[in-house]
């Protein structure tokens, strides 16, 4: 696990959404956020303290963040600089960039020679297990597409947040760089080895309370080819006793496969639930939620109530009108 | 891709299933072997020529193949010395065991001396793209099974061997690592990290001849909850325009998951069409292969005509009684 709290390092982003990493924490885990790190020129303000690297460690911070991207893939001799200094002060450094820390030798050697740790979530630091298959204690409820990128990581988040807010027993468990980053662990699912993928997901969300719910975090999607296989091994793994069927009404193909068209969402509910039911023969499909950002409210709410005559299932966007359908609908279970 | 022809490494086997390697490749691609080398007290016998490693350089073999299991899991000395000799006289290695040969020091420095090359076949050596989904030339067949290791591969093989007797363009596409030491190259799927597993297979199934077969070597199946993820990556990734099913009629439970029953030919049918028809429209189930090494000939026979009838489609043993029935549906396509 990466140590909380966080110091966001926002670097010399040119934008808001060049620091989207930064942003999702700041939004979902504001309390694992002691300020903000911004160079010279930084386009991206999260509106959260901004502090030198030495007043972070006064607030507390245990680790310096990366939450942007770095221009042309490349970490520069100023950023360089910026973390060495980190590390010397007594910072880890946790990092979703493309490019590792750790093959970056003034990093490593000040990482020694400090006794600070570097974390790259994108490649993965367990020896995962093969599956197994058991049947473990707890309840569990994952966000499958109709495509890539659809909200399915902003659905768990939501519901957890709900969860926590009525006083249930929940977790959200990430499976990609960004809710990696924003709660401190996970398991980077796109870089396991193939044979362990379901293992993975399994050692993530082990036997719990009865009563407890882990929303695990969606990949991919079963009609996206190029990734279907990490979806898959998501739904083996992950058992779930829940599937919200995750949408995006307004794509006019698969993302990055402009020959595919996008499935209905009962094409979807028709291929998951058998699926689903080789791992978990009780798995209900719950409930549908549709990221609405790109409709206007009037659209948007059309659209939901269009879903949910067409599905029978509760729908809604659960970032912009509550997650507290789909929440009812597990209490349900 | 690996050089042939072989010497096929025997080493101390205990006994010819130790040596399983060496007789598939024996098997299926003698002309790829010059003879096989046995050490003292090995208990594996192909009934091929046994040579001295001078002799197998004379006899024109290129690489040295490790054809069988080591003991305990360890490159033991005795094996070592071999391994060095056969460096020093030109002979590449190449080896499918879990331990690596580059993880071993002498090894590789007499590798790099010497001028010759070391396969692991077990990993990678490839950075496979992200699927891209394109529609390719040339046709593909793949098989899909109930469960794992109910000869998947062999039913490929067999396929391709029968193709290639009537003259019709074939290729066994390897994506294991006994098949890629058969035939000298192919994707070893199950080390694939998972992001780029559709694109392996993809890039091991290149566009082709119209009137060419690859016969994709199957892995897994969807109803193995420890390797589901692999099979649809091959399903989505190989885009095959034939599916042959794959069963072993005498399985009590899932390989090595003792609470999962085995699905139905029609369940198994009814998952993977549409499933496949996600990037390829056009696929068909053209035939099953049944895996009757259990039954006598009269209840394989009996098995046989029962899933005929059952099922709609031809069915055989392909290396019990010929793939031709098999080969026949391909033809008609």
Redesign the interface.
Known sequence: MIQTPYLLFLGDAPDGLAAKVAQGINDWRPENAVGQFRMEGCGADLGIANMTLEEGIAAGAKTLVIGVANRGGVISDAWKEILVKALTLGYDIASGLHNLLRDEKELMSAARVHGQTLFDVRIPSVAYP??????RTGKRCLAVGTDCSVGKMYTGLCMDTEMQKRGMKSTFRPTGQTGILITGGGVP???????F???AVEYLTPDNDADHWDHIEGQGS??H?????????LI??G?PDAIVLAHEPTRTH?R??P??QL?TLEALR??VL??AR??NPDCQIVGVSVNTQKLNEEDAKACLADIETRMGLPATDPFRFGAEKLVDALEAI
Chains 1, 2 share one sequence.
């Open positions: 093969i599956a197994n298959g058991k049947k699912l796109d870089a396991v080895i193939a044979d993928m379901a293992g079963l009609f080819v190029s990734y279907s296989g990490v979806t898959m091994a083996h793994g058992q698969m990055g496969l020959d595919y499935p028709d291929m058998p699926i080789i791992a």
